[in-house]
């Protein structure tokens, strides 16, 4: 498709899919900065087309005769040339960027369940296509993680990606850190101010952060990374107790997504962590998103910023959109860039530390009894606090890194003694 | 220039000019990444010449054919497509990337005195000729700011441009913070560990930060913003007690730049500053640097890295080498971004809040006279300390917002005071 020149302005003509939070967004920072940018780049961004089921926004935020429920509309107008799909789910978009794509249109996405589940048929392609797929506002918005890792990252060597890439569970945990309250506190305040969806599973859970991991994993290690590739849980489990007892050794709980080379293999996974207090990672508040990458080459670096919001994620969609119109498509910095097809490191080959919880019999020689089994799988205690309540007591535990096939050996053996008095509560230590 | 696809890999000819720590981390990281990068993107990287005067390291990090002291050897070969300057300076550095954009090369350049002294000649010689000069690692070392800026930020509406882009300076006052010494000794250990040169002045100074703001500058507002344009003061006032005293009120003190849109004019400078102990930037710590940028778009975004050293420049070097080779260099994005022409924002037009320490004597009435004086010029106190020692008292002072002019007479009237018994030492509060 022929794209314009800064001195040679020329209409760019898109079709946005979706017109909640973000679409509308969209909608509105094209208008506010369309001249900006056509001063700057040369590019005159229109907005031809919004396929939306729900009109009623139609007039008010954008004039009517732009809205439409059939996308055929969007395939049947020549002067479209990128697709811009915002309506989330992985059916219909697939549907729908499939189309674009075999009509000859580039294509942005804000869709990471799509991208983590089904990206590599979409990504291939594109490729045999000759056109182009973004996905910067897919991960942590604002920030432009994307563009960084598959644009500057290139000789940096990469061997791990930490991100706190959502913002739900990062306002919940950084409340209670704060005191504000237990987890359903905390989280019923982050839905009355809107930094959690009524039904807030996908978040709280973990998915929408292991969706962002397989993506980021993808990109790091040039090899693909599915959904189902990486394991992951949620912030549920995490008490008030967890977070302040973390808290007096040091660390404040975050819920992390990691993805690592080991040894030539992939581990992609979502957790909660204990974070030590001087680590950058510590630091990131509320729903604040933060990408942090080590390579062999370039030490380390991170990213920060607004993790969500309609204007900070629209800026990585606009940006998405020029940064097209002004590239070859079929350049090898827009192609899908796993080509290699590594294996992945299950959870128990990993090393890690863990924090670890719970209540026994306060009487002789259990310490021992535990310490014991502890010592047969090769799990050392780095530190503990042990607090009295009556016949019974709260062991509270930091480990040294260990295998954790052994360590979760060790914690069933622990499980079962008769002096146990709770199940033991773990969370990995970053 | 023909470049290759991913599939079709072609052999992508540069020459280093320099050979210095980065020339020869750059020479060392295409070396490592030879293969990595080939796979990845179809560049078959190869350096061709080495142009140094000093031949010391031939044939020990790199083999001696590749090395000569006659640049003309470069322009003559047609193999060579990119030139990658790294000799420093603002004369030899400026006759050779002229002379390769001339032969149709193009250019990478760490160079940010010869970018923020003579940018302007170069980028619009490149622009003619339909040639691609990159400068990632001209700021902040690893930290990718120049292509977030260039090319994520374009929907960002930005406002303000806060820099910590000098590694030693930001490593002495982290050091003076922590207790370990007072400026003389802190710049000594520094020199020590490779932090800081033997003649410290351009970084202490801030003339090193004034160049790199003086880029982002000209990145963020897409005006040009010369050295000249940028007012600098270093380090060297800070002591011990200013770093004591504003620990006490809640601050850190950071060297850093500040670029900023004032009423559609553009204020560039670096000084001291006083930033809050919550903010962000306060927890960059050591040799680090940090960009932090905000929009009305993007609210804001932070990324930190590590600031200088050879293998993490070398990563930016490298990665500018690639873009180059995957990207058409007559398209926008490559294109000079400076196409407004905005004026400069005097600092007397800039509000600013301010630090304020100096003695007086300790005798009814001083507290009245300085009062009245700060009220005469509209500048508000917010918060003060006061330390009697014998017969004199030291007064530290928080002021709110105001504008400088005004300040800066009354601390010019306050001095005059027969009462003062040191000059008042200021810095501003981010």
Redesign the interface.
């Known amino acids: 498709m022929g794209y314009?020149?800064?001195d040679d302005a020329e209409a760019v003509n898109i079709a946005l899919l979706g017109f909640g939070t973000i679409g509308s967004s969209v909608y509105a920072?094209?208008q506010?900065?369309h001249d900006?940018?056509l001063?700057?780049?040369?590019?005159d961004l229109r907005v031809a087309h919004i396929v939306e089921k729900d009109f009623s926004r139609a007039g008010i935020d954008a004039p009517s005769d732009l809205f439409t429920s059939d996308f055929q509309r969007v395939l049947d107008d020549p002067s479209v040339s990128i697709v811009v799909e915002l309506i989330g789910g992985t059916e219909w978009a697939f549907t729908f960027i499939d189309g674009a794509l075999r009509a000859g249109r580039d294509v942005v996405t804000a869709n990471k369940q799509l991208l983590a589940n089904r990206g590599a048929a979409l990504f291939d392609l594109a490729d045999q296509l000759g056109r182009q797929i973004r996905f910067?506002a897919s991960v942590a918005g604002?920030?432009?993680i994307i563009?960084?890792m598959r644009?500057?990252?290139?000789?940096?060597?990469l061997h791990t990606v930490y991100g706190i890439v959502n913002g739900t569970t990062n306002y919940i945990l950084t409340a209670m850190y704060r005191g504000e309250g237990d987890y359903g506190g905390t989280l019923k305040k982050a839905q009355d101010l809107g930094y959690a969806e009524a039904d807030p599973t996908a978040d709280v859970g973990g998915a929408d952060a292991a969706a962002k991991m397989a993506i980021l994993a993808s990109l790091a290690y040039?090899s693909r990374v599915t959904m189902s590739d990486v394991t992951y849980e949620g912030i549920e489990r995490v008490s008030i107790e967890d977070v302040e007892y973390a808290k007096q050794f040091g660390f404040v709980v975050k819920l992390i997504g990691a993805a690592r080379l080991v040894d030539g293999r992939v581990n992609v996974r979502v957790h909660p962590a204990l974070v030590p207090e001087n680590h950058?990672l510590a630091?990131i508040n509320g729903s604040y998103n933060a990408v942090y990458l080590k390579?062999?080459?370039?030490?380390?670096?991170?990213?920060?910023?607004?993790g969500a919001?309609g204007?900070?994620t629209?800026?990585?969609v606009?940006?998405d959109i020029?940064?097209i119109a002004?590239?070859?498509a079929?350049?090898?910095?827009q192609?899908c860039?796993c080509?290699?097809a590594l294996e992945l490191c299950p959870d128990e080959d990993m090393r890690s530390a863990f924090f670890i919880r719970f209540k026994v019999e306060d009487r002789a020689g259990v310490l021992a009894q535990i310490a014991s089994i502890f010592g047969e799988h090769d799990v050392s205690i780095e530190s503990m606090i042990q607090k009295g309540h009556g016949d019974e007591a709260e062991l509270m535990l930091i480990t040294h890194p260990t295998m954790e096939r052994g360590f979760f050996a060790a914690i069933e053996q622990v499980a079962g003694l008769s002096c146990a008095k709770s199940r033991p509560m773990t969370i990995r230590v970053l």
């Open positions: 314009m020149k800064a920072v094209i506010k900065e900006a940018i001063d700057a780049t040369g590019v910067e604002a920030i432009p563009k960084v644009e500057s990252m290139i000789a940096a060597d040039r950058p630091s390579g062999h080459t370039i030490d380390e670096i991170m990213l920060t910023g607004p919001g204007p900070p629209a800026t990585a606009v940006s020029v940064n002004g590239t070859d079929a350049g090898f910095l192609s860039t080509y290699k």
